[in-house]
């Protein structure tokens, strides 16, 4: 079957046709073989096309199809149609034929152009042909190059055009400069310099600075080793070329000589005293840094290693002929020089020498201590005694010199130690002696594992101020540092064993060291949990443990917390408040990829809150002009068995705008464990409350203004059975009014209460200017109580404190006292508009009656009574109006006759609460005027037993002038009932 028939078959299998393989159909053999063949998408078709592709390629098409075969330059320059080349310089240039459908070309030439002279294009069968040789000429010559089918030039060919750019030579240049080196005297160095340009290229080199070419040294090479040198030299390098005929200059390259250490001047002999010490020197020459060693004994023999790393070493408190030699080293003699031996010679003493450090070891408070102090020299035996100074408390010397005892207290002391021979020969020596408690803990440390992040505190007990630790010795894991905040830390790198010392130093450089090991894990470790030590909680109050694992737990577990607890599973951290009491077995496991823990238990107690600390309690707040504009202030509390509280303030706060008096505020929470039980922000000012858990007293402040209060603890179990009962008190100026001093009440206020079981009262009176008085309060377990009233639409107060005290015999003879302060702000109106106080007021009263009663004690016996009134301005009146009462053994009053009633007085007293009441009439003729006055009393029991009652009435003043008597000042007086006991 020929090809032209296979085609013909396959053009009449395809019935959808597309145009394809446009590029074969461009080719010769394709445009007679396959004209205007289509192809279809099927897979049958294209298994047809590949049929006919591999017979198309099969022809071996060798003419540029579609651009698909040229020639192309492989090298100097890969890919380019430009071909660099140096005049002077041996070209090497590559090219070859790209496509060709597998056919070999047979020969090669230069097809348009003339090659530069000197350069020969080969013509050799193969697939690529090169370009050689060397060049004189430059400038630019483009050219075709032709790879042919046959050998003769000729058949089929493929071309490609290029420029072949020919260069001028380079001049020579430095390309690495030579390098500055350090040697040590008497050896050689090696300077190399990397130059370019055309070769030959000619090298010499010079010694000294760059440029100065009097001392040339060194051959035509691009390196130069110098000779053996003592002393740092200079040295540099010229390099020339055809193109450079005066030279490239390198830079100086510096040969430094380091000088050996060596010994100018050795240590010296000398003589001592036995129990002293010498100062050995010795001089050396060489670079820095010198490196010293000092030896004992002799020459070459390290044995005994002594001293630091200084050209002199002051030698130990010597007792015999000892020798010392040192060994000076440096980078430049690593082996060492080697000083003479100095011998120091001990001569024996005429005289005693203390010999024993100055510096005595330190001790550690509250362990045994103890130092042998020694001597040489005199005649034996020693006596030892302190003469300056004193020895550390707890610590004694005795007459043969040895310092023993405990010390008891921290701290550095400083004494003189005398030693006094058999010859009475006397030697003395300052000592120091630090004691401290400063102590490492010794733990067993957490094992870290290898590749996890590490951290563990170190901990440090007692001492005097801030703590500083470091590493002294031995091996930490690799990964792991220890910083001065005693933190171990780090990621380790390798598992094993290591183990360490470090040093704790405290604030007054008194230090401790202790050892420890530290062994990595390759792998996890299954947790252990700490011991667990709970510090008591108390009901209510905030509770914030940790408990801890070693082996880095990821998750804990704890059970049997107290209600009210809860705990994150990952910290281990427990927080909260407890609601019940008790004492709880709390059981902790803690996990990780490797395992879970054991269990293990811990106690933790829930403390019950005093009782002094749980039900209601009230307080006054003192008069603060900045707190709560001088009214005071009232606080009640109320707290429950769970450590809840609720409190209530009534006063005038700033941050509340308001100026009332009877302003209130509220704040709720939690005691606190520890005092002050009670914190809160109450109208932008600090609240604190300190409560007394053995009498529930409380003390505090808002603000700045203090406070102070009571705890009721009355229940129907404990009733205030000593306190039941009906009261009333007097309330007087504490203070005498002065002439000059603006006007105030000259009347006396009154109140009366009733105590019940529970010891709650309520007050209630009136003031000396006729306002009511109203407070709610209790008694607490000594019946001491206080009251807050506000008055005169808030604006004022009445406040302070007050005491009952129980009879010895009965509760009639319970009395009260207190101390008040009475503010009256400044108010339009015919009382007191100016306002007064606060001024001290004077509770005075006591028991009058059962809670439930008909008849009260403290009323008049059966006979005369006087009424008695004074001041508020009455003694400018005309009118008396003093009077006076028969009263019964029925509780009835008969009135004065007239004649002996100018006042025209009429009075009532209630035998059930010893209310008084009642009313007189001022007459006055300039002007003629009637005043009616009303006055209002209640009976006290006082200890003047002859005042039954006292009282105030309002008394408008006489008008002055053409003043009206409905706009004259009213003034307070007071009205007493008087019966003089038998």
């Given at each position: ?14 019935s ?8 074969f159909?461009?080719?010769?053999a ?8 289509n192809?279809?998408t099927s ?17 071996g ?16 320059s890969a ?10 310089t ?6 070859q ?11 090669w030439?230069v ?16 697939k ?6 060397t ?19 000729s ?22 400069q030579p ?21 030959p ?7 000294g600075?760059?440029g ?6 060194g ?13 740092t ?97 440096n ?8 000083s003479?031996?100095a011998?120091?010679t ?8 203390i ?9 550690k408070?509250g ?9 040489v ?19 004694t ?19 003189t ?8 020969q ?6 120091s002696?630090?004691a ?13 594992v ?7 505190a ?11 630790w ?8 690799v ?21 360490f ?16 090991a ?8 299954v ?24 082996n ?8 049997n ?5 809860k705990?994150?599973?990952v ?22 990829k ?17 009782t ?97 209060g ?5 229940t ?28 105030r ?68 003879e319970?009395?009260?006292?207190g ?43 059966a ?24 009263y019964?053994?029925?509780y ?19 035998a ?55 706009a ?15």
């Amino acid at each position: 079957m020929n090809i032209k028939s296979s085609l013909v078959r396959l053009k009449r299998r395809l019935s959808r046709c597309g145009s394809f393989l446009l590029l074969f159909q461009r080719t010769p053999a394709a445009q007679v073989i396959l004209p205007e063949v289509n192809f279809l998408t099927s897979a049958g078709g294209m298994e047809a096309a590949k049929a006919v592709i591999a017979t198309v390629v099969g022809l071996g098409a060798f003419d540029s199809v579609a651009g698909a075969t040229s020639v192309t330059q492989v090298a100097p320059s890969a890919g380019s149609s430009t071909v660099p080349v140096t005049a002077g310089t041996n070209l090497s240039g590559v090219f070859q034929l790209v496509g060709g459908g597998g056919h070999t070309p047979a020969s090669w030439s230069v097809a348009s152009g003339t090659l530069p002279a000197g350069l020969t294009l080969n013509s050799v069968r193969g697939k690529t042909t090169t370009l050689t040789g060397t060049t004189t000429e430059s400038g630019s010559r483009t050219v075709t190059i032709r790879a042919w089918e046959n050998s003769n030039f000729s058949g089929r060919s493929a071309a490609g055009t290029f420029t072949i750019q020919v260069s001028a030579p380079p001049p020579a240049a430095i390309a690495t400069q030579p390098s500055s080196t350090t040697i040590n005297r008497d050896q050689t160095a090696t300077l190399t310099v990397v130059a370019t340009g055309s070769n030959p290229l000619t090298y010499q080199w010079y010694r000294g600075s760059s440029g100065d070419t009097s001392e040339p040294v060194g051959s035509n090479a691009a390196s130069y080793t110098t000779q053996a040198l003592s002393v740092t030299t200079d040295y540099w390098v010229k390099v020339t070329n055809s193109q450079n005929a005066t030279g490239a200059h390198s830079n100086t390259a510096t040969v430094t000589v380091r000088q050996p250490a060596e010994i100018a001047q050795g240590p010296a002999p000398v003589t001592i005293s036995s129990g002293t010490t010498a100062t050995l020197s010795v001089v050396a020459t060489g670079d820095a840094p010198l490196t010293y060693q000092w030896y004992q004994e002799v020459p070459g023999s390290s044995a005994v290693p002594v001293g630091t790393n200084s050209s002199s070493f002051t030698t130990p408190t010597l007792l015999e002929t000892t020798s010392y030699w040192v060994k000076v080293t440096n980078v430049a003699n690593t082996d060492g020089a080697i000083s003479n031996t100095a011998i120091v010679t001990v001569t024996a003493s005429a005289t005693p020498n203390i010999y024993t450090a100055s510096t005595l070891p330190p001790a550690k408070t509250g362990a045994a201590y103890q130092v042998q102090i020694h001597a040489v020299g005199g005649l034996a035996p020693y006596a030892w005694s302190v003469s300056e100074g004193s020895l550390p408390v707890g610590l004694t010397l005795s007459p043969e010199g040895l310092l023993s005892g405990t010390p008891e207290v921290n701290g550095t002391s400083q004494f003189t130690i005398q030693v006094e021979d058999d010859d009475n020969q006397i030697d003395t020596r300052v000592f120091s002696l630090s004691a401290s408690d400063l102590t490492i803990a010794v733990e067993t440390l957490p094992v870290p594992v290898k590749g996890v992040q590490y951290s563990h505190a170190l901990t440090g007990l007692g001492g005097t101020g801030d703590f500083t630790w470091s590493y002294v010795s031995g091996s930490l894991p690799v990964g792991i540092s220890l910083g001065s905040d005693g933190i171990l830390s780090g990621i380790p790198q390798a598992e094993g064993n290591a183990s360490f010392r470090v040093r704790l130093t405290d604030g007054v450089d008194f230090s401790v060291e202790q050892d420890f090991a530290l062994a990595v894990s390759a792998t996890y470790l299954v947790p252990v949990v700490k011991p667990i030590i709970f510090v008591p909680a108390t009901i209510g109050a905030d509770f914030k443990a940790k408990v801890a694992a070693a082996n880095y737990p990821t998750k804990f577990a704890i059970k049997n917390l107290p209600k009210g607890l809860k705990y994150n599973a990952v910290t281990g951290v427990i927080t909260g408040r407890a609601s019940i009491a008790g004492s709880f077995d709390v059981i902790v496991t803690a996990s990780n990829k490797a395992g879970t823990s054991a269990p293990v238990h811990g106690s933790l107690e829930v403390q019950a809150l005093d009782t002094h600390l749980v039900g209601t309690f009230a307080g006054v707040i003192e008069r603060t002009d900045s707190v709560n504009s001088g009214l005071g202030g009232w606080i009640s509390l109320t707290t429950t068995s769970t450590g809840g509280y609720t409190l209530k303030v009534t006063s005038a706060l700033p941050g509340s705008g308001s100026k009332a008096a009877g302003a209130t505020y509220a704040a709720k929470g939690f005691l606190a464990e520890e005092a002050p039980q009670v914190e809160a922000p109450l109208a932008g000012l600090p609240l604190q409350i300190i409560m007394d858990p053995e009498t529930g007293d409380f003390s505090g402040s808002l603000g700045a203004a203090p406070i102070h209060g009571w705890h009721s603890t009355w229940t129907k179990s404990t009733p205030a059975t000593a306190y039941e009962g009906y009261y009333s008190v007097a309330l007087q100026e504490g203070v005498t009014v002065l002439a000059e001093a603006p006007p105030r009440p000259q009347g006396t206020g009154f109140a009366t209460f009733t105590v019940s079981p529970l010891g709650v009262l309520k007050i209630a009176g009136k003031t000396a200017d006729g306002e009511t008085i109203t407070a709610a309060t209790f008694i607490d377990g000594e019946g001491d109580f206080g009251a807050y009233a506000p008055l005169y639409k808030k604006l004022g107060t009445l406040q302070g404190s007050m005491k009952l005290q129980t009879g010895v015999n009965s509760t009639e003879e319970n009395r009260v006292t207190g101390d008040l302060t009475w503010l009256r702000p400044a108010i339009t109106g015919r009382l007191y508009p100016l306002g007064f106080g606060p001024l001290n007021v004077v509770a005075e009263g006591g028991y009058l009656a059962p809670a439930k009663h008909k008849v009260i004690l403290g009323l008049p016996a059966a006979g005369s009574v006087s009424v008695e009134f004074s001041g508020g301005g009455l003694d400018l009146s005309e009118t008396d109006p003093n009077f006076s009462f028969d009263y019964s053994a029925a509780y009835q009053i008969t009135p004065p006759l007239a004649v002996n009633n100018p006042g025209v007085a009429a009075i009532s007293l209630a035998a059930a609460t010893g209310k008084v009441a009642g009313k007189f009439t001022l007459t006055e003729s300039t002007p003629l005027l009637k005043r009616p006055v009303a006055f209002q009393g209640q009976v006290v029991r006082l200890e003047d037993g002859s005042l039954k009652a006292v009282g105030y009435y309002l008394l408008p003043q006489i008008p002055e002038g053409s003043q009206k008597a409905t706009a004259t000042p009213i003034l307070s007086g007071a009205v007493e009932l008087i019966q003089p006991q038998p």
